[in-house]
């Protein structure tokens, strides 16, 4: 002991190779190229949060009814379209790992229990502080002044919530009313596939393909812009095509009908005046064959008055009395 004591006193050699190799090891952790890395990668995603937070402005465009829209739209915009990827990757896990707590974890029975043992641990220290130094330790340990939210703070926070509410409102709308076709047309695809799979899937499963989609959906995109763009391009000539094809033969058919129609009144009504003519002829033909002989002369002199007529009066034929019985012929004679 005393000699380790004394080597120490004297600069061992071993202890002083030790402490140096401690010493660079230190070194090499601390500035060594992992650590470089790390603090490299580190500064970049300080950087990239610091671009998403300050693109919260309202954007240059406005919407289709001429309105302004909110920041949230320059926010998520920035955020999915992964130009700052390490803030946007950071976002997906943050939101996936919440939804995998909140399926895995019983996050509200903890909060309960974490509630009852805080204040379990601070009403027993006050009782114990009281009873023993007849000062409580919650006592001691209280603020001097409660914590409060400043109204400036609590104006933002409203304000904010205010905006995300906004967004929503506004893009569920546009979104109804087809403002963007291929996004209208991307959520209704949507609906109709989880209106099949929430019959299988639960709800957290939901949750999470939809999120997965909403993210993943503009990287991909953005990955391979050129090739989706030319295949969208080279679909939609083909439906150009198809629609010019069904319009030209809609119009010729059209066409088509519009003359057979135009012939066929014509020919009707070629038909009706000709049998509207002949019922004329006709009614003008009765009329010539009457000649003003064939009707009676109209008298020319005024009536003359005659001696009244007196009727005869008929006297009535006296009635035969009824034959007796015992007169009657008979039928038959004996």
Do not use: C
């Amino acid at each position: 002991m005393a000699d380790f004591a004394n080597g120490h006193a004297n600069g061992n050699p071993n202890v002083d190779a030790l402490k140096s190799n401690i010493a660079a090891t230190y070194n090499n952790v601390t500035n060594g190229p992992v650590a470089q890395n790390i603090k490299a990668e580190g500064a970049r995603t300080t950087d990239e949060l610091s671009n998403l937070a300050n693109s919260r402005r309202p954007p240059s465009y406005t919407a289709a009814t001429g309105q302004p829209l909110t920041h949230y739209h320059s926010f998520f915009s920035e955020l999915l379209s992964w130009k700052n990827p390490r803030a946007s990757g950071i976002a997906y896990l943050t939101i996936v790992s919440l939804i995998f707590s909140v399926r895995y974890l019983d996050v509200l029975r903890w909060g309960f229990k974490l509630t009852w043992m805080a204040l379990g641990v601070t009403i027993a220290a006050e009782v114990a502080g009281k009873a023993i130094l007849n000062n409580g330790f919650a006592t001691q340990l209280r603020p001097r002044k409660y914590y409060t939210v400043p109204r400036e703070t609590l104006d933002a926070v409203i304000g904010d919530a205010n905006e995300l509410i906004n967004f929503g409102v506004i893009e569920a709308q546009r979104i109804l009313f087809a403002e963007n076709i291929w996004a209208s047309s991307a959520v209704a695809l949507g609906a109709f596939i989880s209106y099949y799979l929430v019959k299988v899937v639960p709800y957290w499963g939901l949750a999470l393909l939809a999120t997965s989609v909403v993210f993943f959906a503009p990287l991909i995109y953005t990955t391979n812009q050129e090739l989706i763009d030319s295949q969208i391009q080279h679909a939609g000539e083909i439906i150009n095509d198809q629609t010019e094809q069904i319009r030209s033969l809609v119009q010729k058919n059209t066409e088509q009908a519009t003359q057979v129609t135009k012939q066929y009144m014509g020919d009707y009504t070629a038909k009706a005046q000709s049998l509207i003519k002949g019922a004329v002829g006709q009614e003008d033909g009765h009329k010539s064959e009457l000649k003003p002989t064939d009707f009676p002369a109209a008298p020319k002199e005024d009536f003359k008055s005659s001696e009244p007529v007196v009727p005869k009066v008929i006297k009535p034929e006296p009635i035969a009395p009824p034959a007796k019985a015992g007169d009657e012929e008979p039928l038959l004679a004996a």
